[in-house]
């Protein structure tokens, strides 16, 4: 079956310990992007890969790091976590000229 | 990419037909408009899009007007399965990828 995988699915963890949360896909698409989403912001962009070892910023990548050594997988990673990184987190695929993205299930983080 | 503008929310009853509309009076000529929608919290799933002329699909039909500055998404006729934030983006459509940003949706809620 065609998808998008996250883990873990939920995670509490404190300030200041590192995490990192996976992401993989088993699609061969070539782009990969993660989201946050917030009550009242609706879904932000946070970083987005085109290809292997191509990573590039969105709208809200400060206290996040990405990595893309391998086509299907794009781990997020917070190397020291705050509690305004709280959030809905998605991890997004897909392939080039075909702009339709498919979804994780999302990871729901929540930073003490 | 260009902003949109979506109203927070509507209700549709069941069985008739939801019209969600959305504004992008700053468009540009090479942006196509994209629907998805998220149903409570799960990951955003891909609708339809279209560049200019109106179109079709299981789903849904996208309306787009013909200075483009406005379209608007029909589901022809909703089940309370179609309760859930729809979200209208707009972005340029070629082989490179772009940041993505997706605002806060159209709460659209179905009354049985």
């Known amino acids: 079956e065609a998808q998008v995988t996250q883990n873990p699915r939920y995670l509490i963890t404190v300030t200041g310990k590192k995490l990192t949360v996976t992401c993989s896909q088993n699609?061969?698409?070539?782009?990969m992007s993660w989201y946050r989403q917030d009550p009242g912001l609706g879904l932000r962009q946070i970083y987005y890969s085109m290809n292997v070892e191509v990573t590039d910023k969105g709208d809200v990548p400060e206290g996040y790091k990405v990595s893309r050594k391998e086509k299907r997988n794009f781990p997020l990673i917070l190397e020291s976590p705050s509690p305004n990184q709280t959030s809905l987190y998605f991890c997004?695929?897909?392939?080039?000229?075909?702009?339709?993205?498919?979804f994780g299930p999302g990871t729901r983080l929540l930073v003490l | 990419d260009a902003k949109t503008t979506q109203p927070t929310s509507m209700d549709c009853a069941e069985g008739r037909a939801a019209n969600l509309p959305c504004n992008h009076s700053?468009?540009?000529?090479?942006?196509?408009v994209y629907w998805y929608r998220q149903i409570h919290s799960q990951g955003p799933q891909y609708i339809i899009h279209?560049?200019?002329n109106n179109e079709t699909n299981e789903m849904a039909s996208l309306i787009i007007t013909e200075d483009r500055k406005s379209s608007t998404l029909i589901l022809p006729h909703a089940t309370l399965r179609d309760t859930a934030v729809y979200y209208c983006?707009?972005?340029?459509?070629?082989?490179?990828?772009?940041?993505?940003?997706f605002g806060t949706g159209t709460k659209l809620q179905v009354i049985p």
């Open positions: 983006i707009v972005r340029t459509y070629s082989g490179g990828y772009q940041k993505v940003t």
């Open positions: 279209g560049l200019k």
């Open positions: 997004a695929s897909s392939l080039p000229n075909q702009e339709t993205q498919y």
């Open positions: 700053t468009i540009s000529g090479n942006e196509y």
């Open positions: 699609m061969n698409h070539e782009y």
